[in-house]
């Protein structure tokens, strides 16, 4: 079980405290997660809304939407492809996260925004969001979890931060048409064997000016994106059952301890414990 707020105080400030929980799925299309750690994650995206509460400690991150700089007991969120780092400010924190498919959010929130420009507000101050969310993570450890309660929960959570607290007009930079074309052909087969080469011979430039343009629009590197995007595709894979050695030769990792690597430094857990989660 996640540690508690009590065990967070006894625990001693060292650099390699790192401990996490992820949540067996209780409803489709939603991931839950608590972190307690002092590692720093490089720069990443999600594929789903992230709304959480702040429960220990204080963090600062680089984000293409806006710079954060959360403490204990702020809200916060991140949108479906936003480009975002984490980094501790004085030692280890912690934070209870939901992941939300964005067609649910949209859905739920019944809005004809389109899912591109919804955009949730970085951090916030919101009490109420906050207690909403240690609400149904007490539920959840149950021993008994009522999962229509849970469920109930969880859609309050979308409701309070669609309501309070989305960006609808805010301003999205599209990559060129260079990029564009890069970043598709990188999604569309990840597992496959690329190169920089080959890369820059898609758009006719040089190397260096793909290292150099990917890296200005994106917020990360060629290589880093290509990372990013097997480890979407692993996560894809684990949900449906499938063994962790054979993911990382179907994602494109060369073995299982370079998917496990790749994987634990982008979401904080292990492969595993992914698997362990989504699969009943």
Not at 107 to 123: A, F, M, R, Y
Not at 189 to 211: G, H, K, V, W, Y
Not at 219 to 241: D, E, F, I, N, W
Request: hydrophobic share 40%; glycine share 6%.
């Amino acid at each position: 079980m996640f540690i508690s707020l009590h065990d967070h105080e006894k625990t001693t400030m060292k650099k390699d405290v790192h401990q996490v929980k992820q949540y067996r799925r209780v409803i489709p299309d939603v991931e839950i997660l608590s972190l307690y750690s002092a590692r720093a994650f490089p720069r990443h995206s999600h594929d789903q809304f992230g709304i959480g509460v702040f429960i220990q400690g204080s963090h600062r991150s680089w984000s293409n939407i806006g710079n954060v700089n959360a403490v204990t007991g702020d809200i916060i969120m991140v949108n479906p492809g936003e480009i975002h780092d984490g980094i501790p400010a004085t030692g280890p924190r912690g934070w209870h996260m939901l992941y939300i498919n964005p067609d649910v959010f949209i859905k739920e929130w019944n809005t004809d925004i389109p899912t591109g420009d919804l955009t949730l507000k970085p951090v916030a101050s919101d009490p109420t969001l906050g207690l909403m969310i240690r609400q149904f993570l007490h539920q959840l450890a149950a021993d008994d979890p009522d999962a229509m309660a849970i469920e109930e929960m969880i859609m309050r959570c979308l409701m309070q931060a669609g309501r309070h607290h989305t960006l609808s007009a805010a301003p999205r930079i599209l990559p060129s048409p260079t990029v564009r074309r890069v970043k598709e052909f990188i999604d569309d087969a990840p597992e496959e064997n690329m190169t920089l080469t080959r890369l820059a011979s898609l758009c006719d430039i040089s190397r260096f000016q793909l290292i150099r343009r990917f890296s200005r629009e994106v917020g990360m590197t060629p290589h880093a994106y290509l990372l990013q995007s097997r480890v979407r595709l692993a996560k894809k894979l684990l949900a449906q059952g499938k063994r962790t050695v054979d993911v990382a030769l179907m994602a494109g990792f060369s073995d299982q301890s370079h998917l496990t690597h790749a994987f634990q430094k982008q979401t904080g857990i292990t492969p595993g414990q992914y698997r362990s989660a989504m699969v009943d």
